[in-house]
């Protein structure tokens, strides 16, 4: 993974709530075994008209949403059956964090261990950030460090996050790189406590 320290990009919006994991990535599309390909998907019914022809109604599909890093959504984004692809999908395409005011749980940990950061804020900033997506090139800066969104217009709001996810994250460490770490501590114990015969 990717440590995630700071990051300003372009926000794209979508004002819908209980987002499900199989719209964010449909089970048709499941199949493959690595961790990236899945970005062409995402949204797949949303974003395609017979799977063929963009949906020009549809939000990402709009020329000013191109190029989006930071996802905006209403409440409960993330629902449904906890597949790992739907962060997976979501990176993919390109972005790196999601803000909402709620998340499916199983969801809110599976992007937190795959380097995707979601961000929860109340209702009434999130809405205000759906309007201003609505703009031409609206950005937020996200900084993981000091826990805190902001754009250029005095919009500043902090949010929290679990102390160890987010050390990782700012590390870009998963949890196999973190074992690493103690491999030095468990070769000592192997070799007191596992003599090989």
Known sequence: ???FTVH???????????????????????????????GKFLFYDWRYI????PNPDFE???PENEGATILVANENFGCGSSREHAPWALQ???????????????????????GLLPIRLA??????????STKADYELTI?????????DSGFERTFD???????????????????????????EYEKKHCPMS
């Not at 372009?10 to 499900?20: L, M, Q, S």
């Not at 017979?50 to 022809?53: A, M, N, P």
């Not at 999601?98 to 992007?111: G, H, L, R, T």
């Not at 900084?143 to 754009?151: A, C, G, K």
């Open 60 to 62: 990402l599909n709009r």
């Open 92 to 114: 993919d395409y390109g972005f790196q964090a999601i803000i909402a005011p709620s998340f499916a749980d199983i969801f809110y940990n599976n992007c937190l261990k795959n």
């Open 123 to 132: 209702k009434q900033d999130v809405e205000y950030l759906l309007r201003e």
């Open 50 to 53: 017979d799977g063929e022809k």
């Open 143 to 151: 900084s993981l460090e000091d826990q805190r969104v902001y754009d």
């Open 161 to 187: 996050i679990d102390p160890y996810r987010k050390q990782l994250l700012l590390k870009g460490w998963d949890e196999i790189d973190l074992t690493f770490v103690y491999e030095p501590y468990i070769a």
């Open 1 to 3: 993974m990717k440590p």
């Open 8 to 38: 300003k990009g372009k926000v794209a919006g979508i004002d819908r709530a209980n987002i499900d994991t199989d719209q964010i990535i449909p089970k048709q599309f499941l199949k493959r075994i690595e961790r990236t390909g899945f």
